[in-house]
């Protein structure tokens, strides 16, 4: 075998290694992962996640997720904690305590510290009968059969498996609280992300010389609304109300069919209950009608149901919205 093969082998087995155990995870996953969703999403706290070493590396990284997530969470040292750090914690909210032994000798005295608090402590451990498990109220099980390390020291696998259990959790209670992509927009007001779940169709829609018709015009009239408003001619009642549209591809198969078709009335070719977006929701949103419906253009409806816009496929990718 050459070198370049062995390193990929390894590396295929550090995967797989890491893979397995996630499995076996999920598998042994039960009742007391519910308990823990509940516990945290009965604080009226904060969640203080905590661990020394590779897994106060971990902790941070989940009391980050949590965090933007909609479940306030901060990482706390268990070494700083019993040094003065500890001030942080009230006894309205609840820990979560990183440990591969669950014998670590830096985590047990918070351990201690929170209980005296009245503090409800969530265990994630690969030893379920340790210390930290017997005197948590919740132990979640973290263990491993091996670590991907060939010397089977180095923790890898252990500390990939805390870190899905700890992202499980921040899923299980954003979708518990029914923290939507708007409470995530306002999280991640920056960057890419924000401007993209921020965005409305409102913000991108063609509201300024419609192509809007009445029933009673004909395809002569929406062929010229068709060739210069890009695709779409957009039917009205008398009320401002949708009747309909008419598209290049209502036009495409007219026109197989018919020879004489500049006098007939747009009522007899247009599609009377086309998609259509809100001027108010997210933009991505009506990214996703157009991409089921296959087409490139959408009316665009006021609270009252009356025409106010058109969106365009093509500017809502330019804004970011696909």
Sequence with gaps: MSDEARVIARGKRVLELEREALG?????????????????????GRVIVA???????IARKIAATLTSTGTPAMFLHPTESVHG??????????????????ETQELLPLLDQLTRLGVPCIAI????????????????????????????????TSTTLALAIGDALAVALLEEKGFG?????????????????????????????????????????????LAKRR??????????????????GDLTRLMQTTEAILEIP???????????????????AAVHVMETAGVIALPVLDAQS???????????MRAGAG
């Design 306 to 316: 009356q025409v106010v816009g058109i969106v365009h496929l093509h500017d809502l």
């Design 125 to 156: 451990t690969g030893e379920k009968d340790s210390t930290l498990a017997r005197n948590s109220t919740v132990a979640l099980d973290g263990g491993v059969r091996e670590e991907a390390c060939p010397h089977d020291l180095a923790p890898t």
């Design 231 to 248: 695709g779409i001619c957009v039917i009205t009642g008398p009320k401002g109300e949708l009747a309909g549209v008419v598209t290049t």
């Design 266 to 284: 747009v009522s007899q070719v247009m599609t009377r209950n086309p998609k259509t977006a809100r001027a108010d929701e997210l933009a991505s």
């Design 181 to 225: 992509r708007e409470d995530f927009a306002r999280f991640h007001p920056g960057g890419s992300l924000g401007r993209k779940l921020l965005l409305r169709v409102r913000d991108v829609m063609v509201s300024d010389a419609m192509p809007v018709l009445g029933p009673a015009a004909t395809m002569r009239e929406a062929i010229v609304q």
């Design 24 to 44: 076996e995870a999920a598998d042994r996953l039960g009742p007391e992962f519910a308990k823990a969703v509940a516990v945290i999403k009965a604080s009226t």
């Design 51 to 57: 661990g020394i070493g590779k897994s106060g590396l």
């Design 85 to 102: 750090d500890l001030g942080i914690v009230t006894d309205h909210d609840v820990a979560v305590l990183l440990s591969k032994s669950g």
